[in-house]
């Protein structure tokens, strides 16, 4: 079996008491914002240039919450994925849903949303609602 590992920088917004998600416009479920982090390049700058490229927009006070390593089979492959996922705040706060990229589409969902949403990897959707609800840094380990 083949492997595959990558590195993602997530990153957790909330505006008005909701977490912006983002969704391919091929899939039916959504995924927290953010991209592979580049060779070379620090996780933190990885989460600031994937907003700044998908959604045009600036991040400010962010913030280290939780990794999650996740271990998993995809078409044959052995997936290891690692999340570094940051909590911060768009500095332009007046931007809805708005897309630089034809693929992807953003929207803000309540925390009740959240829990009744296909959001993956699922893991991370735990334990971005448990850090939500208890405020206490995360570090799961998943394997598949």
Not at 19 to 31: E, G, H, I, P
């Amino acid at each position: 079996m083949d492997e595959c590992f990558e590195v993602i920088a997530r990153v957790l917004v909330k505006k008005d008491e909701k977490v912006l998600l983002c969704k391919s416009v091929t899939r039916d479920y959504y995924f927290f914002p953010g991209g592979h982090v580049e060779l070379g390049e620090i996780s933190q700058e990885a989460a600031i240039r994937e907003m700044k490229e998908e959604r045009g927009s600036v991040l400010k006070n962010l913030k280290f919450i939780g990794l999650i390593e996740n271990i998993y089979p995809e078409k044959g492959k052995t997936k290891y994925e690692i999340n570094i996922v940051f909590e911060g705040e768009e500095e332009n706060s007046d931007v809805e849903n708005v897309t630089k990229e034809d693929h992807i589409l953003f929207d803000f969902l309540s925390l009740e949303e959240l829990k009744n949403t296909d959001i993956r990897p699922v893991p991370l959707k735990e334990a971005i609602i448990k850090y939500l609800e208890e405020k206490n840094i995360f570090w799961e380990k998943i394997k598949e």
